[in-house]
């Protein structure tokens, strides 16, 4: 079913407490028939695509990064939920987290690595761990390495500025 739902770029997301049952939740993307190609249609939007289980952290990049022309969105609670929406809506620039229940961020860094069309996409792992020689190790696939403790306005404009051609927020 898994498989199934990815080659249909999708995903589906199983959450399960042990006493109290599980919810298997599935993710497929709605194409409009005689639709445009979402490549072709929003050539001129970029996509930044933010993988954190932290709703608070999700609305802090929002807010710091502000609302710019062509800018979107797209945000994921897992990892697994961050690969199925990378797959889908092919974001110009990944923000992801390294502590996450499933699917950790050292193993969702290796898959969009491993991932064709997600290879050259650059990654900024955000984390809260101690930045060791053994984490950098774990995520030397990452286009940079920043500590949550360090994020501020001027850290994303920085990492992101260029890729997402990023002026002044309207």
Partial sequence: SRRLAELLGGYILLESEVGVGSTFSLWIPRRLEGAKDPQVAGAQTRRLLV??????????????????????????KSA?????KARHARPDAIILDVLMPGMSGQDALKAIRHDLNLEQVPVY???????????????AGATGIIAKQDLSKETLRNILGATLRLGEPK
């Fill in 51 to 76: 993988i954190d289980d932290e709703d608070k952290f999700r609305y802090i990049v929002r807010q710091m990064i502000g609302e710019h022309a062509g800018l979107e969105f797209v945000e994921a």
């Fill in 80 to 84: 697994i939920e961050g690969l199925a």
């Fill in 125 to 139: 792992v955000f984390t809260s761990l101690p930045l060791t020689e053994r984490l950098r190790g774990e995520l």
